[in-house]
């Protein structure tokens, strides 16, 4: 189970944190990332780390956001900087398992809005 949160109203140009905390250990896992879903939108990648700690970036949000896991705490963390408008939408975050026995398992999603 996992349980998202840091999403809120922020200014164009500011920051926020996301958090993202498994129930359980994460160490089985191939990919930990973030998803987003704008209103009338897919839901799309915004972030993900590997398990060997290999992060891909939309090209979005590339230079402007960083991700990052623990797998000791088995939580992982997306810092957004110079928000703009466009990056308002649902946030969720996802631990997937690419190798058998797999799995993928979402978060229940954080709202993001980011005001002009």
């Known amino acids: 189970q996992l349980q998202a949160s840091g999403g809120g109203l922020v200014q164009a140009g500011g920051s926020l944190r996301l958090s993202c905390a498994a129930s359980?250990?994460?160490?089985?896992?191939?990919?930990f990332g973030w998803y987003r879903q704008a209103p009338g939108k897919q839901r799309e990648l915004v972030a993900r780390?590997?398990?060997?700690?290999?992060?891909n970036y939309a090209d979005s949000v590339e230079g402007r956001s960083t991700i990052s896991r623990d797998n000791a705490k088995n939580t992982m963390s997306l810092q957004m900087n110079g928000l703009k408008p466009e990056d308002t939408a649902v946030y969720y975050c996802?631990?997937?398992?690419?190798?058998?026995?797999?799995?993928?398992?979402w978060g229940q999603g954080t709202l993001v809005t980011v005001s002009s």
């Open positions: 780390i590997s398990s060997g700690g290999t992060t």
């Open positions: 996802n631990m997937r398992r690419i190798i058998a026995p797999t799995f993928n398992y």
């Open positions: 359980g250990s994460t160490l089985g896992s191939s990919y």
